[in-house]
């Protein structure tokens, strides 16, 4: 039977703070290519913030393989439904060669888009959006809207909706450029760097009669801004909050400003992307919709190799990204 | 025309912090015995938290007689719907003489219970708790609860709706004398001294499994505390936030422990005892039921006079109250 070397990140430390490149190694194993089940050959994998909670809750195991979305073809297959060339998607990223029964896998066809799309707008990350602004934000056509970190993959799509649905949106990112490609590409409206700016002076400026909707991807400073300026029933959906996820405990910088909520009577509600799977074909229907009409863009920022999954990782938690961060994984797409 | 002589208390200055006895005067004047509309004596009035942020947001005006709850008695009436000798409920506190037209004003039947109980647990006070743990909050039974505040006039129909509802409670408050009447009288699970403990310990020994309904009257600390120990699904439903009311801004210690809210999928919601308005009639049948089970009791705090009205409010934000704050506003009762 022949062999492939497959090479596949380790978690060996869990880190103290931002995770340096010591807490992962890079290890080499054989994959049988025969065999019952489906053998793919990864193409992409995903890099998302809610990666770093997984690396100190004990989520990720120590001296295991680390997981995560991707993407890969099927090399070889004995599932009928997964046939060799077919591209799938699954949760076993962080590796180059993964053999699968096949349960675990969903195929893909993209309909002219490309592949790395189902990594991210038509993906979790573009449901993740999509359901936390609409269903657990409730937003309604023309509200005033702010979206953090809003230059990154969830955020910009969450931008995007708001300005399809009529909305006032203002995004929040921690560079310049990213403040021209939210104006200049995502058509928002307000758009500013909290690094060199009040957070507070800015949401002022930029939604002057106050916000509806905080679509809540950073924590700490930006929802003591944000949490201060709600609207009578304004909502927020949390998302993430990626500016505790290298704390101990995931902490955040303190928030003081969570009293607003009682006469303002503000909803301040956590999900998570499974929540939404019912709606899946409905997503994929408006997100194509959208995307053709040109109202839907994405960037990707992409490292090439396995071996930089882990920078990948420590870049995105620094904001290296804008739009998706992926990592390729073979020269061979 | 007779005229009587009426005391009320008038807001001169804004509070900073604590408010003190000089933001406030008692201001003399002559109320006309007769004439169109209803003459009122006032017996008791009603001081709650959420007056202190009305001091220092503009709600409370300067150099005007104060608003809030109370009791009064119809002295002369020209309104068949309110006849003399009958018991009226409006939010015209803080002075001994009220003359209405009779739009704001609404009847009490006393159905063998205490008038001032329709200050309390049968008033907005009661139907603050019963909405806001059972709507809100969606309370099912045999859940894990925590009340901050607990002793407290809300705090205190929270614990026990609760209890009813066969649920685990534990409940802070500010004295060791207010923990055994927690445990003593109202037969809370767990009940711990704030200020001589630490909360999140005593969250975890109280409800080692977690917390699926934290009814929110404190914030800083206390939400630091127990939003880290939110269990999947649970829902904190915000009365108030008295620690931050003293604060410029109402800004509470910083709370740190937020990102809980995104796994756990938590859900955190003001609410005003307004929402509730069309459930009185079941919140009544409910409480009368229960108080005449013996399952639902109170304790009250009264001050004598109108003099005292700004003295009560000052002790209501220190915690010197168990149960109910309230001033006897005339001796015939």
Redesign the interface.
């Known amino acids: 039977m022949s062999k492939l070397t497959n090479r596949e990140i380790h978690l060996v430390s869990r880190p103290d703070g931002l995770p340096v490149p010591a807490n992962f190694a890079v290890v080499e194993n054989k994959v049988n290519t025969e065999g019952e089940g489906v053998l793919i050959r990864n193409l992409y994998m995903s890099v998302d913030p809610a990666m770093r ?1 997984a690396l100190s809750n004990g989520q990720t195991r120590l001296d295991a393989v680390m997981g995560g979305g991707a993407i890969g073809r099927v090399m070889e297959s004995t599932v009928e439904a997964y046939p060799v060339g077919s591209y799938v998607l699954h949760r076993c990223g962080f590796r180059e060669y993964y053999r699968s029964d096949g349960k675990d896998l969903s195929l893909i066809k993209p309909q002219g888009e490309s592949l790395t799309t189902h990594l991210h707008i038509l993906g979790g990350t573009g449901l993740t959006a999509y359901g936390g602004l609409l269903v657990t934000g409730e937003l309604k056509d023309g509200e005033n809207v702010f979206v953090s970190a809003a230059a990154g993959a969830v955020g910009s799509v969450a931008c995007q909706i708001a300005k399809i649905k009529n909305c006032r949106v203002a995004g929040s990112c921690g560079s310049d450029d990213k403040v021209a490609y939210l104006k200049n590409e995502l058509g928002v409206d307000y758009a500013f760097n909290y690094k060199t700016s009040s957070i507070s002076k800015e949401l002022h400026i930029g939604l002057p009669d106050g916000i509806d909707v905080y679509f809540e991807n950073v ?1 700490g400073a930006h ?1 003591d801004a944000a949490c ?1 300026q709600m609207r009578p029933l304004g909502r927020i959906p ?4 990626i500016s ?2 290298n704390n101990k ?24 992307v499974y ?1 939404f799977n019912h709606m899946k074909d409905q997503f994929l229907k408006d997100m194509r919709t959208w995307m053709s009409e040109g109202r839907m863009k994405y960037s990707e920022t992409i490292m090439e190799g396995i071996v930089e999954a882990p920078n990948a990782l420590i870049g995105l938690l620094q904001g290296q990204n804008t739009g998706k961060m992926l990592v390729r994984l073979s020269d061979d797409v």
């Open positions: 909670p924590g929802l201060g949390v998302c993430g909050m505790a996820y405990g995931a902490r955040s910088e303190g928030v003081t400003t969570l009293s607003n909520m009682i006469y303002n009577r503000v909803t301040m509600k956590g999900f998570v929540e």
